[in-house]
C-alpha cells in the first residue's frame, strides 16, 4: 500500500497561507491523494482530494507535483479555527477489483498562532 | 438521518475480556471500515468491507474480528482484550470521494 510522510506539527500566523506539505513517493498512477483534517477527538472531515491535475474548493487548494510523489495543501487565509491535525490519505485499490480503501498517514499538527 | 452510528461511546474492559463495538449506517453505503486512533497518533485501519458478505484485513488486524451481515452494520469484535487495545476506534462508510465517521468508542483496557 502507498504511504505518506508528513512533518509532524507546524505553526502559521493567523491571516497567513498554511502550507501543509505531504511525500507520497510510492503512489500508484490510479491512487487519489485526499485531505483530511480532526479537529480535538472528533471524527475527521473532508478537505480535498485530486490525482493529477491542482484542486481547490471554498476550503484549500492542493497542488500536485508533475511525478505525483508529493503534494501540498494550501489553506489560504488561516484562522484559529484552522488548528487541527491534518491527514494526508491516499486511496488504493484492494483486492476486490473496482473497490477501494483508505490508508491515512501519520498526520500534521497545524497550530495557527494568534 | 442519524449517519454512523457507533456503541457504546465509553468502555472500560479488564485484560482478557472480549467485547463488540457496534456500528451501524442508514446511508445504504457499500463501503465500511474500521480504524483505530492512539494517543497523539494518525488513524490505522483495522478491518474493512466493500459490501456485506465480504470483510478484509486493514494494517493492524491482529485481535480483532469483523463481519458484515447486512449492509448497516459492521460489529467489531475484541477477542480478548489487551492494554496495547486502549484507544479511540472510529467507524466510517465511505461513497465516491467522502468518508463518513463516526463519534468514535472510546476504550480503556485495565
Known amino acids: 500500500d502507498a504511504k505518506t510522510t508528513q512533518p509532524p506539527s507546524m505553526d502559521c500566523a493567523e491571516g497567513r497561507a498554511a502550507n501543509l506539505p505531504c511525500n507520497h513517493s510510492?503512489?500508484?498512477?490510479?491512487?487519489?491523494v485526499y485531505w483530511y483534517r480532526q479537529i480535538h477527538s472528533q471524527g475527521p472531515q473532508y478537505i480535498i482530494h485530486?490525482?493529477?491535475n491542482n484542486e481547490t474548493n471554498e476550503m484549500a487548494s492542493l497542488i500536485i507535483t508533475e511525478d505525483r510523489k508529493s503534494s501540498t495543501l494550501i489553506l489560504p487565509h488561516a484562522t484559529l479555527r484552522d488548528t487541527a491535525v491534518y491527514y494526508c490519505?491516499?486511496?488504493?485499490?484492494?483486492?476486490?477489483?473496482?473497490?477501494?480503501?483508505?490508508?491515512f498517514g501519520t498526520g500534521t499538527r497545524l497550530k495557527v498562532l494568534a | 438521518n442519524a449517519g454512523v452510528t457507533q456503541t457504546p461511546k465509553f468502555q472500560v474492559l479488564k485484560t482478557g475480556q472480549s467485547m463488540t463495538l457496534q456500528c451501524a449506517q442508514d446511508m445504504n453505503h457499500e463501503y465500511m471500515s474500521w480504524y483505530r486512533q492512539d494517543p497523539g497518533m494518525g488513524l490505522r485501519l483495522i478491518h474493512y468491507s466493500v459490501g456485506a458478505g465480504i470483510t478484509d484485513q486493514g494494517e493492524v488486524p491482529n485481535g480483532y474480528n469483523v463481519s458484515r451481515s447486512t449492509t448497516e452494520d459492521f460489529p467489531l469484535r475484541l477477542l480478548s482484550a489487551a492494554p496495547s487495545q486502549t484507544s479511540v476506534y472510529f467507524c466510517a462508510t465511505y461513497r465516491g470521494n467522502t468518508i463518513y465517521f463516526g463519534e468514535g468508542s472510546w476504550l480503556t483496557v485495565v
Open positions: 485530486g490525482l493529477k
Open positions: 510510492t503512489i500508484s498512477g490510479n491512487e487519489y
Open positions: 490519505i491516499v486511496r488504493v485499490a484492494t483486492s476486490t477489483s473496482g473497490t477501494y480503501k483508505y490508508i
